[in-house]
């Protein structure tokens, strides 16, 4: 089954901050954030490994509460370029090296 | 960073002809590749997993004569769609993680570097 993502979509104007949030029904490994653009390959954005782990590049973090199987994935004063749509991708307990994919989330950045 | 090549970037075909989907990974060797089907505005369905010398693994309610995949060597990977009909339209991404080769377990804190996505037509 997989991770359910919200919000499904959010518009937001340039500057403004999202909260992306990815929920698993399943006990997780790992998780990984990815941002498509349309037409094109998700590209990777970061891991979070441990439990309670946050990571974060430039205006992008996340953190991965193990416990409640959650990610959630910030965007701080969002750029243009931020336009797309946001998967989570899991990894089960011990390793099993498929992602699941999240439901996505649509992200918009108008100026 | 590692680099994964799909080829064809878009394909149309008539209906009941079989189209060849290829995904390589450049720079580093894959035992294990993942071949995902993606419909608009969906996300990414894991299809099967390809196996380098084995059988490929399927998800469940794929199925497995239509998509017939071979892994023959370390970097390739291929997917056919054979019999293609118009709902098998679709985008199909193939992707692969860093292995440690020894083990034939994966890298901790590997990332999946996906082909370019291939969009296929069938008409």
């Known amino acids: 089954q997989q991770p359910v993502q919200s919000p499904q979509a959010v518009i937001l104007r340039e500057g403004e901050d999202a909260v992306i949030n990815c929920s698993s029904s399943?006990?997780?490994?790992?998780v990984h954030w990815y941002r498509q653009k349309h037409g094109e390959a998700p590209v990777f954005l970061m891991i979070l490994l441990k439990g309670g782990e946050q990571k974060g590049h430039e205006k992008i973090s996340a953190s991965f509460n193990e416990k409640k199987q959650q990610s959630s994935l910030y965007l701080t004063a969002s750029q243009l370029s931020y336009s797309g749509t946001y998967f989570c991708?899991?990894?089960?307990?011990?390793?099993?090296?498929?992602?699941?994919f999240g439901t996505g989330t649509r992200l918009t950045i108008i100026p | 960073g590692a680099v994964v090549s799909q080829h064809p970037s878009w394909v149309i075909c008539k209906s009941g002809t079989s189209v060849k989907i290829e995904c390589r990974s450049l720079?580093?060797?894959?035992?294990?590749m993942f071949w995902y089907r993606q419909f608009p505005k969906q996300s990414l369905m894991l299809m099967a997993t390809?196996?380098?010398?084995?059988?490929?693994?399927?998800e469940q309610g794929v199925e497995k004569d239509k998509f017939l995949i071979n892994h023959a060597s370390l970097t390739l990977s291929t997917l056919t769609v054979t019999s293609a009909h118009p709902e098998d339209s679709s985008f199909y991404i193939c992707s692969a993680r860093e292995q440690d080769l020894r083990g034939r377990e994966f890298l901790l804190n590997t990332e999946a570097f996906f082909g370019q996505g291939t969009r296929l037509t069938v008409v």
């Open positions: 390809s196996n380098e010398g084995s059988k490929a693994t399927y």
């Open positions: 399943k006990a997780l490994y790992s």
């Open positions: 720079d580093f060797q894959a035992t294990t």
């Open positions: 991708g899991t990894e089960p307990r011990f390793g099993n090296e498929k992602l699941t």
